[in-house]
Every structure is written in C-alpha cells, then in structure tokens.
C-alpha cells in the first residue's frame, strides 16, 4: 500500500565521495574487515559495479527509531496519512481510526536490524544483533549499497509514479537484494557458489518459505492483510521475479533499467515485463468537473492491491478476477458540505475480463456500504469499470487514459 522504501534500503542517490582507495570504512576494525571480505562477492552476484567506498557503523534502537520516525514524516505525513486510510475505508479495506503511521513505526522497529541511510551514505547495523543474524543482515543491507551507487533509486521510487510503480520499483530492489543474499548464505553453507536459477521450481518454492516470516513478527502478523501483504510483497514477490529475470537471462542483469518492472502485474507475472509480450501498465486519468467537489488524494491501487480488495470481499478465490488489469487511478473526494466519498477506475486488457470482474464483484458491493455502485465504461476505445462509494462519490468525473501498454 504504501512504498516506505526509504524506511529499509537506501532510496536517494548520493554525491560521489572523494576519490579513496579503501573499500570500506568503519570505526569498527573487525567490522571494517568483515565487510571489506563480503563486498566484493555480493557486488559481482548482484551484477553491480563498486563505484566508491561504503561507511558501516554500529548504532543504537534508540537511533533506529529516532530514524524511522524521521523518514515517517518525510514519506507519510499526516494528513497524506489519514487521507490514505480514508481511501482505503471506503473499498473496505482499513478502519477510518487507523493510526497508520504508529502501526507502520511499530511494524518496522520490530523487523529492521540495519539499514542503508542515504543521507550519511552509510550502512548502520543495531549494536545489540545476534551474531547468528549479523552476517544475514550484513549480506541483504550490503546490495542495497552497491545498488544504491549505480542506480537512481530515489527516482525509481518517487511519489509522482504512483502506488503501483513505486510499489514495483520496490520489488526489484528488495528482490534482487534477498535473492543474492539466499545465494550466497545457501553456497557457503554447501561449501561452494550457487546459481538458484539452476533449481527448477525455485521462484514458486521461495514464496511460502519467505511467507513464514509473517508470523514471526507480531505487529506485523496483526496488521490488516492490504498493510500485510504491501510489505511483504516486495520480499516474496520480488525475489520471484529477480529468479525469472535471471532464468530468462542468463547474463544476471540487474532488475533496473529495461528489466525493471513498471508494475505489481508485471512482478506478478514476469511474462509481461519483457520480451514479446511485455505489457505495460496503462496511465489512468481521473479528474472531478464542475468545480463542486475538491480532490483530497489520488493515487492508484495496481494488480497486487486489486488482489486483496477481491480477497476481502469475496475470498481468495476472488483473486483470479484481477486478470486482465491494465491500469487503474481513484479519487478521494469533498463536496462542499463536507461529504466525502471515492471513485475509482479500471482500464482492462479485454472486455470479457472486465465483465468477469462486473458480475464477479456486484453481489458483494453491499460489504462497502455508502450505496456503492459499479459500472462498465468505454474509455478511449477501452474496456473499463467504474466503481463510485459515499456522497462524494457521485461527483461527475472525467476519465481519460495516458499511455498505454
């Protein structure tokens, strides 16, 4: 739901250091020196160039959280907060006294060990790890280093690409760092280099072995299943997707660039972000008319979240009606007396996935109460369905479609 990506890796390109020999610099010699044996390995895995040196430190919880809390309001203020959860009240999926920003600072203090600080260009380890968890920490932390040097990775998640982009972009990041990292823990164990993309099925098997990792935190287990499965996907869904990347090309690019997904359908199905049938996602524009409600948030929910509304209302096997999503954008809107509502649009590869979707969701539009509507629309040629939720939500909109896949 929400791409915090600052929150974990480093998420800003950083000003080149000055020129310095030295691979790595750290107060800690031991620390200096176990990096100093990891970097090299990991950047070559990652298919990454080592640009300049990478600073590791030691720090406190206390300055974990002092640093979480300041990327909190730098990615998720509160009003862009309590706009976000009214959104997502209206498709049923949060309470509207959801303290976001608490559950979020929660869910992170009880999971990150380390992480990469862009502003300071350095690595920071908590002083009281586990030793059987540093080298773990050290390996995934570390790639997000190296990619940090050679890829803009503040761009590839900038607010102004959206929900779904953002939440992609993310996938490729946290992927290809927990892919390498399961690499080279796995090979040291067995005494010699791995290739996971050699283990036929490895993409599928890493989805429920990643998965037992939800029940391992608790805030993050009691969380509501869209904050659930927003954070974890980059970690399951993204390590699979980096595993088919490399499986269809045995170069081991790195998932920027040409290879980076533009969107939670892609990462879902790698089949369409590359090659002869690469489908990218269709921009949705949607604008209220007439002057007589204001637009308080817009953003966009994308396949993956598509996913977990139908769950929600319809049960996992309602999931298989997100086939065929193109693209999508919804509006929280005010009327002048105060009423809030949403609407919200879904372009579609094909008119009978759409109509799929139409019959599939009409029976549970009761759950979303606010006299919920749904209809089939034509947009540009498009099969397309809007769905309208509160007072607000009968504000007259214009639809209209940017570029398309």
Request: charged share 20%; net charge negative; aromatic share 6%.
């Given at each position: 739901m929400i791409a915090l990506a600052a929150l974990a890796v480093a998420l800003a390109a950083c000003a080149p250091a000055p020129p310095d020999t030295t691979l790595v610099l750290s107060a800690d010699p031991k620390l200096r020196q176990r990096v100093t044996e990891l970097l090299p390995k990991l950047a070559s895995r990652a298919g990454m160039e080592l640009v300049r040196p990478v600073r590791v430190e030691w720090r406190s919880r206390g300055q974990l959280e002092s640093y979480l809390r300041h990327k909190l309001e730098e990615e998720l203020p509160p009003l862009e907060a309590r706009h976000l959860v009214k959104s997502y009240r209206f498709l049923g999926l949060l309470q509207e006294d959801l303290d976001?920003?608490?559950?979020?600072?929660?869910?992170?203090?009880?999971?990150?060990?380390?992480?990469?600080?862009?502003?300071?260009?350095?690595?920071?380890?908590?002083?009281?790890?586990?030793?059987?968890?540093?080298?773990?920490?050290?390996?995934?932390?570390?790639?997000?280093?190296?990619?940090?040097?050679?890829?803009?990775?503040?761009?590839?998640?900038?607010?102004?690409?959206?929900?779904?982009?953002?939440?992609?972009?993310?996938?490729?990041?946290?992927?290809?760092?927990?892919?390498?990292?399961?690499?080279?823990?796995?090979g040291r164990l067995r005494g010699e280099p791995l290739n996971l993309t050699d283990i036929p099925g490895f993409g599928g098997a890493l989805r429920p072995a990643l998965e037992a990792m939800r029940n391992q935190y608790p805030a993050l287990a009691n969380a509501p299943p869209i904050i659930q499965e927003s954070l974890l996907f980059p970690y399951l869904e993204g390590a699979s997707y980096v595993w088919a990347l490399w499986g269809w090309n045995r170069t081991r690019p790195a998932p920027f660039g040409p290879f980076l997904p533009q969107s939670t359908e892609q990462v879902l199905d790698p089949g369409k972000a590359w090659g002869p049938q690469a489908d990218p996602p269709t921009e949705v524009v949607l604008t209220a008319e007439g002057g007589e409600y204001e637009v308080l948030y817009s953003n966009t929910l994308g396949q993956l979240e598509m996913g977990v509304f139908l769950a929600q209302h319809l049960g996992e096997e309602g999931r298989v009606l997100r086939k065929g999503w193109d693209g999508d954008r919804y509006v929280l809107l005010r009327g002048r007396g105060g009423e809030e509502g949403l609407v919200w649009v879904v372009v579609w590869d094909s008119a009978e996935e759409r109509d799929q979707f139409l019959d599939g969701l009409r029976p549970a539009l009761g759950r979303l109460g606010d006299g919920a509507e749904l209809e089939a629309l034509d947009v540009g040629g498009r099969p397309a369905i809007l769905l309208r939720v509160g007072p607000a939500g009968q504000a007259p909109v214009q639809v209209e479609l940017g570029g398309e896949g």
């Open positions: 976001l920003r608490s559950l979020l600072l929660e869910v992170y203090l009880e999971q990150v060990a380390g992480f990469y600080d862009p502003d300071s260009t350095a690595l920071f380890l908590l002083n009281d790890l586990d030793e059987g968890m540093l080298e773990t920490v050290l390996v995934h932390e570390l790639v997000h280093a190296v990619q940090d040097q050679t890829v803009n990775l503040d761009s590839l998640t900038a607010k102004g690409r959206g929900n779904d982009r953002r939440t992609a972009a993310q996938a490729a990041i946290e992927g290809h760092a927990t892919l390498v990292m399961l690499e080279y823990l796995t």
